[in-house]
């Protein structure tokens, strides 16, 4: 079963960093021919788009996160990271990852203290 499970939430002062790492798994996916998507979902909001990466390493960034958030890939690992900086409390949210038209996973969350 192919799938892509995030980690490396946790709790931070504002001010602080966070990597999130989104790892496939099941030996029939290629990762290499997908773009990634990082998603986040805060309470009482809807999910929105943080930052995207194509196959061929292309990165996209929601205005709100230029500048702080940086989305890379490591093929051999089949890895997507979102390192996060100068993280705000405005940031807290559960933090999903997947390319598209796939089902969401679990996430992981992300809460920024003030």
């Known amino acids: 079963q192919v799938q892509l499970v995030e980690s490396g939430g946790g709790l931070v002062q504002a001010g602080g960093s966070l990597r999130l790492s989104c790892a496939a798994s099941?030996?029939?996916?290629?990762?290499?021919?997908?773009?990634v998507y990082w998603y986040r979902q805060a309470p009482g909001k809807e999910r929105t788009l943080v930052a995207g990466?194509?196959?061929?390493?292309?990165?996209n960034y929601a205005d709100s996160v230029k500048g702080r958030f940086t989305i890379s890939r490591d093929n051999t690992k089949r890895t997507v990271y979102l390192q996060m900086s100068n993280l705000k409390p405005e940031d807290t949210a559960v933090y999903y990852c997947?390319?598209?038209?796939?089902?969401w996973g679990q996430g992981t969350q992300v809460t920024v203290s003030s």
């Open positions: 997947k390319p598209p038209g796939w089902p």
């Open positions: 099941g030996s029939t996916f290629t990762f290499t021919e997908y773009a």
């Open positions: 990466i194509s196959s061929g390493g292309t990165t």
